[in-house]
């Protein structure tokens, strides 16, 4: 829809309330006007990428100057293993792009994928992935973001079953007045499959994290696996989380569940940490890290863990003086 928007300059095709899926992160209202197209991209920050990622492939994607919008594709042979570390860098200024990203996976073929997104604060920014894969695959993602003034990651996957395997983990830690919305879609198609998601989110200050979740298992998807779960943190009285779990179930023989959970920082493990001589902004540091690290714990290759725990904690800094 944002595309769409962009390439016409049409305001109206912009997504909003009126659309059940966008309600909560509202293009329509954020933007009074689409700006230009323009093919030229904003200069690369310092996103640094550790020697220990070697092996990985890094895919930088720089902040358009006014509106952008990008296409990516990747296909995975049959048998094949690939590792995908994908960066999508800050710019300066109200920007808005939107980038598309499809992925094709053989038989037997496995990828795993850990979605950087670090936008500016004035930014209006969607990302929207497409995943086909057949029989016997492996797709781990992990997505971890810390908001714009309108910011969406979308992931859609077509789960044949035959025992292939799907992850779609994320975390979004927002300060400020930063959104973030995390939206994912996995229908299961055929027999014997199995999902399993863990998202993770923290809000302070006039922050608001949403997360959508919908798990589809259409008819013939017998002995399908499917698990799904949503935990938040408001640290602030002004912060807000909106949060829908859904399940679809149209076949039998199912193991499928879907738990959502919002609450506030443990003040009891926060007098632990600072009875310990922690001092309180340091104590609340570390449990906010330990919430949220256990999504980067899931990440099988140890390069991408390493980055993702180093970005979890640097977002967490970013709660000082507003987690009250």
């Known amino acids: 829809m944002l595309a769409e928007a962009l390439r016409s300059g049409d305001r109206t095709k912009l997504p909003g309330r009126r659309h059940e899926g966008w309600r909560w992160t509202d293009l329509f209202g954020a933007l009074t006007t689409v700006p230009p197209l323009n093919p030229e991209r904003q200069a690369l920050g310092s996103w640094s990428v550790p020697i220990a990622l070697d092996g990985v492939v890094v895919r930088r994607f720089a902040a358009p100057i006014q509106g952008g919008v990008e296409h990516v594709t990747l296909e995975v042979p049959a048998g094949d293993h690939r590792v995908v570390l994908d960066l999508i860098e800050a710019g300066q200024g109200r920007y808005v792009r939107d980038l598309a990203f499809d992925f094709t996976l053989g038989v ?95 809000v302070a200050g006039a922050a608001r994290g949403v997360f959508q979740g919908r798990i589809e298992v259409l008819q013939g998807a017998d002995g399908t696996d499917a698990r799904l779960a949503h935990n938040g943190l408001i640290l602030s009285d002004r912060a807000e989380i909106d949060s829908k779990p859904e399940l679809e179930i149209y076949a039998d023989d199912v193991a499928c569940a879907h738990g959502n959970t919002i609450g506030a920082l443990d003040e009891d493990a926060l007098f632990y940490a600072m009875s310990r001589g922690l001092p309180e902004a340091e104590a609340r540091r570390l449990l906010i890290t330990a919430f949220v690290g256990e999504v980067a714990e899931r990440i099988r290759h140890p390069g991408l863990r390493d980055q993702a725990l180093i970005f979890l904690a640097a977002q967490a800094e970013a709660f000082d003086g507003e987690g009250r």
Do not use: K, N
């Open 108 to 202: 037997g073929a496995s990828l795993e994928r850990l979605v950087m997104i670090a936008d500016d604060a004035d930014a209006v920014s969607v990302a929207t992935t497409h995943v086909q894969m057949q029989a016997r695959c492996d797709f781990a993602q992990t997505v971890l973001a810390s908001g714009a003034r309108r910011q969406r990651v979308e992931t859609h996957v077509d789960h044949p079953g035959g025992a292939g395997r799907v992850r779609l983990d994320g975390a979004y830690l927002l300060a400020g007045a930063r959104h973030a919305d995390q939206t994912t879609v996995v229908r299961h198609l055929g027999r014997d499959g199995e999902s399993r998601q863990l998202v993770r989110g923290v």
